[in-house]
C-alpha cells in the first residue's frame, strides 16, 4: 500500500508521510502539512512558493534572467525570440526597439494549445493509428486465406484447362475411330471387288475343264475366251494411314494463354488514411437562427445554390452562366452550359467538381479542370434536379417526355443502379409532371424529395421504400398551401424544406416529425438550400437573387 495513502486514499504529506496534506510548493512539487512547512523552507525562504493544497501548480514559475541575475523574465522578444525581464525590455542596446509580449499569456495560449494537442492525439490521432494498426494485423491475419482462395481459383482454372485438353483428345480419338472405320470399309468392298473376279475364274475353270474332255464339236465351237477380260486387272485401292503432326509446346505461349497473372505491387497513397472524426455531441436547434451574412448574385429567377466550402458557393438560374462565389460576395469563377441553355439544377462532388442538368440536350455533364464532359444522356426522360450521394454516385429526378411520370434514378457513372417510382402498392410516389423536385439523400441514407405539386416532402429509404409523406404544418401564421421547394439535411440527419410561399423553412427530424421554422431571417421566396460542413444553412431568394447564409444550430 503507498504510505502517503490511506484506505479511504486520503493524500498525506510527503515529509512525515501520515499527516494530511493541507499545503503544496508549487516549485518542489512536494505535499506538505502544517507542521511540516517551516522544516520545508528553511533552506531558502524565498525560492519557494507553499499555496493551499487546491491551488497547487496554480503558480507559474518564471525562468531567471541571465543578464540581470535578480530578475524574472516574464516577458517575450518577438525579434529574438527569447524570454526576457523588465530590464531587458528598457535596455538601450539589444532589444532596442523590439516587440514584447507578456509571457503569461503566451503560456497560457500554449497550455491551451498542449491541451488541444493532448485531446487531438488522445480522441483522433491515437485512435486513427490504433485503427490503421489493427487493420494491417488483420490484413496479416487474412493474407494466408486469401492466397489460398487466388491458388484455388488458378488452380480450378488449371483443372479447366486439363479437361479441355481432355475433349481435344477424346475428339481427336473420335475422328481416328471414324477414320478406321472408313478405311475398313473402303478395303472390305475392294475384297468384295476382289472375290466376284475370284469367282468367275473358278467358274471359268470348270467349264473349261468341261469341255477339254468333252468331244462335242458344237460345245466346243461356241467357247468364247475370257481370259482377256481376266488379265486387265483391277486398280490397286490404297489408303494410307492417317498420320497425326503434333505442334512444338511452346511453353512461353503457353503461359500467356493460360492467363496473366499479375505481378504483386503495392504504392504510397498520400491520402490513403484519414483522420478518425472526434465524436462530437448532438447540436441542438438555436432558439433563435442567426443571419451571417447576405450575398446579392445579381441573378434573377435564382433556382440553385450548392456548398463547394463554408465560405464558397455554386449557384445558378435561368441563364447557362453558373457562378461559383464567396461569402464576401465576390465571383471566384463562372461556367456555362455546354448547350447555352440554362441548368436545371447544379451538384458539387467530393473531389469539388461541378456537375449540372441540361434539359435542352437531356444530359447530366460534369466539369473537371475546366473541361465539360458528358456522364448521363437519357432517351425519353428529362433530367431535373441532382444529389451526389454519400458514396459518390449520384441520384437525379427526371419526367418523362409527355410529363405524365416521374422518378428517381440512381446512376453510378453513366451506369443506372435503381429507379424509385412506386410504392408496395404499385401507385407513383411522385407526381406526375414536369414540376420542380429537388432532391436530398440524408445521413441515415433516406432519399428525400421536394414535390412541389404534390405539396408533400417524400422520403424512402435506400431500397426505395417509403418512409413518410410530410404535407406540411398547421400554423396560424402560415397561411398558404405548403409547397416545397429546396430540399437538405445536415449532420443530425435533420431535413430541411423550402417553403417559397409562407416565406420560411421547414425544419424535420428525421422521421418526419415537424421540429420549428426559420422565419425571422427576412426571408423573401426561399427557393433552393444547401448546408456546408458545418452546419451552416445556405438559401437562395428567388426573386431578389440574394444568397443567405444562416446559423441554426449551436
Same mark, same amino acid.
Given at each position: 500500500?503507498?504510505p ?19 499545503m503544496?510548493c ?11 512547512i ?24 518564471y525562468?531567471?534572467?541571465s543578464?540581470?541575475?535578480?530578475e524574472?523574465c ?8 527569447m ?10 542596446d539589444?532589444?532596442?526597439g ?15 494549445? !498542449? &491541451?488541444?494537442?493532448?485531446e /487531438?492525439?488522445e480522441?483522433?490521432? =491515437?485512435? #486513427?493509428? +490504433?485503427?490503421? $494498426?489493427t487493420?494491417l *494485423? ?7 486465406g ?27 480419338k ?7 472405320i ?5 478395303l ?17 475353270? !470348270? &467349264?473349261?475343264?468341261?469341255? /477339254?474332255?468333252?468331244n462335242?464339236? =458344237?460345245? #466346243?465351237? +461356241?467357247?468364247? $475366251?475370257q481370259?482377256? *477380260?481376266?488379265?486387265?486387272?483391277p ?31 503495392f ?25 451571417v ?9 435564382f ?8 465560405e464558397e458557393?455554386?449557384t ?8 461559383c ?14 448547350s447555352?441553355?440554362?441548368p436545371?439544377d447544379?451538384a ?12 435542352t ?20 426522360l ?15 429526378t ?7 411520370q416521374?422518378?428517381v434514378?440512381h ?9 424509385i417510382?412506386?410504392?408496395?402498392e ?6 406526375g409532371?414536369?414540376k ?16 412541389t405539386?404534390?405539396?408533400?416532402v417524400?422520403?424512402v429509404?435506400?431500397?426505395g ?20 421547394r ?23 427530424d ?8 426559420i ?5 423573401n ?30
Amino acid at each position: 500500500m503507498d504510505p502517503h495513502r490511506s484506505a479511504q486514499d486520503v493524500v498525506r504529506c510527503d515529509l512525515c508521510e501520515t499527516a494530511i496534506v493541507q499545503m503544496y510548493c508549487d516549485f518542489c512539487h512536494v505535499n506538505l502539512c502544517i507542521a511540516c512547512i517551516g522544516k520545508h523552507i528553511v533552506d531558502d525562504y524565498q525560492k519557494h512558493i507553499v499555496v493551499p493544497f487546491q491551488k497547487r501548480k496554480s503558480t507559474l514559475i518564471y525562468p531567471k534572467c541571465s543578464r540581470h541575475q535578480t530578475e524574472k523574465c516574464k516577458f517575450h522578444c518577438k525579434e529574438c525570440d527569447m524570454s526576457v525581464c523588465s530590464l531587458c525590455t528598457i535596455s538601450a542596446d539589444k532589444h532596442k526597439g523590439h516587440t514584447f509580449s507578456i509571457l503569461s499569456e503566451i503560456y497560457k495560449n500554449k497550455k491551451a494549445d !498542449i &491541451t488541444k494537442d493532448s485531446e /487531438e492525439i488522445e480522441n483522433i490521432i =491515437s485512435p #486513427t493509428y +490504433e485503427e490503421m $494498426s489493427t487493420d494491417l *494485423e488483420t490484413q496479416i491475419t487474412n493474407l494466408d486465406g486469401e492466397y489460398v482462395k487466388f491458388t484455388t481459383v488458378f488452380t480450378k482454372h488449371g483443372e479447366e484447362w486439363h479437361k479441355e485438353i481432355d475433349n481435344v483428345i477424346n475428339k481427336m480419338k473420335h475422328e481416328i475411330e471414324e477414320m478406321k472405320i472408313k478405311h475398313l470399309e473402303i478395303l472390305k468392298k475392294h475384297l468384295d471387288e476382289i472375290k466376284q473376279i475370284q469367282s468367275l475364274i473358278e467358274q471359268s475353270l !470348270i &467349264t473349261l475343264g468341261k469341255m /477339254e474332255e468333252s468331244n462335242e464339236v =458344237s460345245v #466346243t465351237m +461356241e467357247y468364247r $475366251s475370257q481370259n482377256k *477380260e481376266f488379265r486387265k486387272l483391277p486398280p490397286k485401292v490404297r489408303v494410307s494411314l492417317p498420320t497425326f503432326s503434333p505442334n512444338t509446346i511452346d511453353s512461353e505461349q503457353l503461359y500467356k494463354s493460360l492467363g496473366s497473372l499479375i505481378p504483386l505491387s503495392f504504392t504510397r497513397d498520400e491520402n490513403g488514411y484519414t483522420l478518425k472524426k472526434a465524436e462530437t455531441s448532438p447540436k441542438e436547434l438555436m432558439d433563435e437562427p442567426e443571419l451571417v451574412a447576405t450575398i446579392n448574385t445579381g441573378y434573377k429567377d435564382f433556382r440553385s445554390v450548392t456548398c463547394l466550402s463554408e465560405e464558397e458557393f455554386w449557384t445558378s438560374a435561368e441563364v447557362s452562366d453558373m457562378k461559383c462565389f464567396n461569402v464576401q460576395g465576390t465571383v471566384i469563377n463562372t461556367i456555362k452550359t455546354k448547350s447555352g441553355g440554362p441548368p436545371n439544377d447544379i451538384a458539387v462532388t467530393s473531389d469539388r467538381d461541378l456537375v449540372y442538368s441540361d434539359s435542352t440536350t437531356n444530359t447530366v455533364n460534369k466539369v473537371k479542370s475546366g473541361q465539360t464532359e458528358e456522364v448521363i444522356r437519357l432517351q425519353g426522360l428529362i433530367p431535373t434536379q441532382l444529389c451526389v450521394t454519400s458514396s459518390g454516385d449520384l441520384l437525379v429526378t427526371v419526367y418523362s417526355d409527355d410529363q405524365t411520370q416521374s422518378k428517381v434514378v440512381h446512376y453510378s457513372g453513366s451506369t443506372e443502379k435503381q429507379t424509385i417510382q412506386y410504392d408496395d402498392e404499385g401507385k407513383p410516389l411522385y407526381s406526375g409532371n414536369n414540376k420542380i423536385k429537388y432532391i436530398s439523400e440524408n445521413r441515415n441514407l433516406d432519399i428525400c424529395v421536394a414535390d412541389t405539386e404534390a405539396c408533400a416532402v417524400v422520403v424512402v429509404n435506400q431500397n426505395g421504400k417509403l418512409r413518410f409523406r410530410y404535407t406540411g404544418h398547421s400554423s396560424t401564421t402560415k397561411n398558404k398551401a405548403f409547397r416545397p421547394r429546396g430540399i437538405t439535411t445536415d449532420i443530425q440527419s435533420q431535413i430541411l424544406t423550402a417553403d417559397r410561399d409562407n416565406h420560411c423553412i421547414h425544419i424535420l427530424d428525421q422521421n418526419g416529425q415537424f421540429l420549428r421554422y426559420i422565419d425571422n431571417c427576412d426571408l423573401n421566396n426561399p427557393f433552393s438550400l444547401c448546408v456546408d460542413k458545418s452546419d451552416n444553412l445556405f438559401v437562395t431568394e428567388f426573386n431578389s437573387g440574394n444568397v443567405k447564409k444562416i446559423k441554426y444550430l449551436q
